[in-house]
Protein backbone atom coordinates (compact mmCIF):
# COMPACT_ATOMS: atom_id res chain seq x y z
CA UNK A 1 0.00 0.00 0.00
CA UNK A 2 2.82 2.71 0.81
CA UNK A 3 4.53 2.02 -2.75
CA UNK A 4 1.12 2.60 -4.58
CA UNK A 5 0.49 5.50 -2.41
CA UNK A 6 4.08 6.76 -2.91
CA UNK A 7 3.96 6.15 -6.51
CA UNK A 8 0.63 7.42 -7.17
CA UNK A 9 1.96 10.45 -5.18
CA UNK A 10 4.94 10.86 -7.40
CA UNK A 11 2.58 10.60 -10.91
CA UNK A 12 -0.04 13.05 -9.91
CA UNK A 13 3.29 15.88 -9.02
CA UNK A 14 4.82 14.63 -12.94
CA UNK A 15 1.04 15.18 -14.15
CA UNK A 16 0.61 18.30 -12.39
CA UNK A 17 4.49 20.07 -13.37
CA UNK A 18 3.65 18.77 -17.08
CA UNK A 19 0.28 20.42 -17.45
CA UNK A 20 0.31 23.50 -14.63
CA UNK A 21 3.93 23.90 -14.10
CA UNK A 22 6.01 24.80 -10.97
CA UNK A 23 4.13 27.95 -9.90
CA UNK A 24 0.91 25.52 -10.51
CA UNK A 25 2.23 22.46 -8.53
CA UNK A 26 0.94 23.69 -4.86
CA UNK A 27 -0.23 20.82 -2.80
CA UNK A 28 -3.71 21.45 -3.55
CA UNK A 29 -3.32 20.89 -7.27
CA UNK A 30 -1.03 17.55 -6.88
CA UNK A 31 -3.78 16.07 -4.58
CA UNK A 32 -6.74 17.02 -7.02
CA UNK A 33 -4.78 15.51 -9.91
CA UNK A 34 -4.32 12.38 -8.17
CA UNK A 35 -8.16 12.08 -6.29
CA UNK A 36 -6.16 12.02 -2.64
CA UNK A 37 -5.82 13.94 0.58
CA UNK A 38 -3.08 16.51 0.50
CA UNK A 39 -2.13 15.33 3.99
CA UNK A 40 -0.78 12.49 2.14
CA UNK A 41 2.23 14.52 0.77
CA UNK A 42 3.42 15.52 4.09
CA UNK A 43 3.20 12.18 5.28
CA UNK A 44 5.41 10.33 2.35
CA UNK A 45 7.89 13.15 1.73
CA UNK A 46 7.69 15.65 4.09
CA UNK A 47 7.86 18.57 2.45
CA UNK A 48 6.57 19.90 -1.58
CA UNK A 49 10.03 20.68 -2.31
CA UNK A 50 11.26 17.01 -1.48
CA UNK A 51 8.21 15.76 -3.23
CA UNK A 52 9.32 17.88 -6.03
CA UNK A 53 12.49 16.60 -6.13
CA UNK A 54 11.74 13.19 -5.43
CA UNK A 55 9.57 13.60 -8.86
CA UNK A 56 12.27 15.14 -10.99
CA UNK A 57 14.57 11.85 -9.67
CA UNK A 58 11.64 9.73 -10.98
CA UNK A 59 11.25 10.99 -13.76
CA UNK A 60 15.04 11.26 -14.62
CA UNK A 61 16.09 7.24 -13.26
CA UNK A 62 13.19 6.15 -15.74
CA UNK A 63 14.78 8.52 -19.04
CA UNK A 64 18.27 7.40 -17.48
CA UNK A 65 17.94 4.17 -18.19
CA UNK A 66 16.40 4.31 -21.47
CA UNK A 67 19.65 6.69 -22.29
CA UNK A 68 21.73 4.19 -21.15
CA UNK A 69 19.97 1.52 -23.40
CA UNK A 70 20.40 3.65 -26.52
CA UNK A 71 23.69 5.25 -25.80
CA UNK A 72 24.84 1.55 -25.41
CA UNK A 73 24.08 1.03 -28.83
CA UNK A 74 26.62 3.92 -30.30
CA UNK A 75 30.05 3.42 -31.39
CA UNK A 76 30.75 7.07 -33.28
CA UNK A 77 29.76 10.35 -33.41
CA UNK A 78 26.94 9.98 -35.55
CA UNK A 79 25.56 7.23 -34.30
CA UNK A 80 25.45 8.72 -31.12
CA UNK A 81 23.70 12.05 -32.31
CA UNK A 82 21.18 9.98 -34.03
CA UNK A 83 20.08 8.03 -31.24
CA UNK A 84 20.03 11.35 -29.01
CA UNK A 85 17.38 12.78 -31.63
CA UNK A 86 15.34 9.67 -31.42
CA UNK A 87 15.11 9.66 -27.55
CA UNK A 88 14.98 13.79 -27.17
CA UNK A 89 11.63 12.96 -29.01
CA UNK A 90 10.63 10.65 -26.65
CA UNK A 91 11.47 12.94 -23.71
CA UNK A 92 9.44 15.70 -25.59
CA UNK A 93 6.25 13.20 -25.90
CA UNK A 94 6.47 12.02 -22.45
CA UNK A 95 6.91 15.33 -20.82
CA UNK A 96 10.31 14.83 -19.08
CA UNK A 97 11.23 18.08 -20.57
CA UNK A 98 8.74 20.19 -19.00
CA UNK A 99 9.70 18.41 -15.93
CA UNK A 100 13.05 19.06 -15.88
CA UNK A 101 12.50 22.97 -17.44
CA UNK A 102 10.20 23.44 -14.75
CA UNK A 103 12.27 22.60 -11.70
CA UNK A 104 15.25 24.08 -13.12
CA UNK A 105 13.41 27.27 -13.82
CA UNK A 106 12.19 26.58 -10.19
CA UNK A 107 15.19 26.80 -8.51
CA UNK A 108 15.68 30.50 -9.66
CA UNK A 109 12.41 31.24 -7.34
CA UNK A 110 14.02 28.70 -4.49
CA UNK A 111 17.65 28.91 -5.00
CA UNK A 112 17.17 25.60 -2.24
CA UNK A 113 16.15 23.86 -4.64
CA UNK A 114 19.47 24.48 -6.82
CA UNK A 115 21.71 21.83 -5.04
CA UNK A 116 19.75 19.03 -5.18
CA UNK A 117 18.36 19.50 -8.85
CA UNK A 118 22.39 19.61 -9.98
CA UNK A 119 22.88 16.90 -7.75
CA UNK A 120 20.57 14.71 -9.89
CA UNK A 121 22.31 15.41 -13.15
CA UNK A 122 25.55 13.73 -11.69
CA UNK A 123 24.37 10.16 -13.43
CA UNK A 124 23.61 12.38 -16.39
CA UNK A 125 26.76 13.75 -16.58
CA UNK A 126 28.67 10.76 -16.28
CA UNK A 127 26.57 9.01 -19.30
CA UNK A 128 27.47 11.74 -21.23
CA UNK A 129 31.29 11.42 -19.86
CA UNK A 130 31.36 7.77 -20.93
CA UNK A 131 29.60 8.71 -23.88
CA UNK A 132 32.09 10.93 -25.48
CA UNK A 133 35.02 8.59 -24.31
CA UNK A 134 33.73 5.80 -26.54
CA UNK A 135 32.55 8.19 -29.36
CA UNK A 136 35.57 9.48 -29.98
CA UNK A 137 38.00 7.23 -28.95
CA UNK A 138 41.10 7.57 -30.55
CA UNK A 139 40.23 11.16 -32.24
CA UNK A 140 42.29 14.07 -31.28
CA UNK A 141 39.66 15.93 -29.72
CA UNK A 142 39.86 14.11 -26.51
CA UNK A 143 43.63 15.69 -26.28
CA UNK A 144 42.48 18.97 -26.31
CA UNK A 145 39.40 18.91 -23.85
CA UNK A 146 38.46 16.15 -21.08
CA UNK A 147 35.47 13.77 -21.76
CA UNK A 148 34.20 15.70 -18.45
CA UNK A 149 33.84 18.87 -19.68
CA UNK A 150 33.12 17.87 -22.88
CA UNK A 151 29.85 16.05 -21.52
CA UNK A 152 29.42 19.03 -19.28
CA UNK A 153 29.32 21.01 -22.08
CA UNK A 154 26.80 18.42 -23.90
CA UNK A 155 24.16 19.04 -20.63
CA UNK A 156 24.65 22.83 -20.65
CA UNK A 157 23.68 22.25 -23.75
CA UNK A 158 20.78 20.11 -23.44
CA UNK A 159 19.69 22.27 -20.60
CA UNK A 160 20.11 25.56 -22.34
CA UNK A 161 18.56 24.38 -25.49
CA UNK A 162 15.13 22.73 -23.69
CA UNK A 163 14.56 25.87 -21.81
CA UNK A 164 14.85 27.91 -25.06
CA UNK A 165 12.33 25.59 -26.75
CA UNK A 166 10.21 25.56 -23.99
CA UNK A 167 10.05 29.38 -23.93
CA UNK A 168 9.85 30.10 -27.29
CA UNK A 169 8.03 27.25 -29.27
CA UNK A 170 7.15 28.65 -32.13
CA UNK A 171 11.83 28.41 -33.06
CA UNK A 172 13.30 25.50 -34.31
CA UNK A 173 14.23 23.31 -31.41
CA UNK A 174 16.86 21.05 -30.16
CA UNK A 175 15.16 17.87 -32.37
CA UNK A 176 16.08 19.84 -35.33
CA UNK A 177 19.62 20.82 -33.75
CA UNK A 178 19.58 17.26 -33.22
CA UNK A 179 19.30 16.35 -36.95
CA UNK A 180 21.34 18.39 -37.57
CA UNK A 181 23.95 17.38 -35.96
CA UNK A 182 23.06 13.78 -37.14
CA UNK A 183 23.55 14.59 -40.57
CA UNK A 184 27.01 16.28 -40.03
CA UNK A 185 28.31 13.88 -37.30
CA UNK A 186 29.43 11.32 -39.79
CA UNK A 187 31.68 13.93 -41.40
CA UNK A 188 33.29 14.80 -38.75
CA UNK A 189 33.48 11.45 -37.93
CA UNK A 190 35.82 10.42 -40.86
CA UNK A 191 37.43 13.98 -40.25
CA UNK A 192 38.84 13.11 -36.30
CA UNK A 193 39.55 9.73 -37.99
CA UNK A 194 40.71 9.94 -41.37
Do not use: C
Amino acid sequence: MTRDTRGRILEATLETLKTRGYAGASTRAIASVGGFNPALIFYYFGTLNDLLLAALEHSSDERLQRYREAVDEADSLGELTSVLGRIYREDVESGHIRVVSELVAGSVAQPELGPRVVELMEPWLELAEAAVERALAGSPVLELATPRRLAYAAITFYLGANLVSYLAPEHEDLAGLLDDAARIAPLVDAALRG
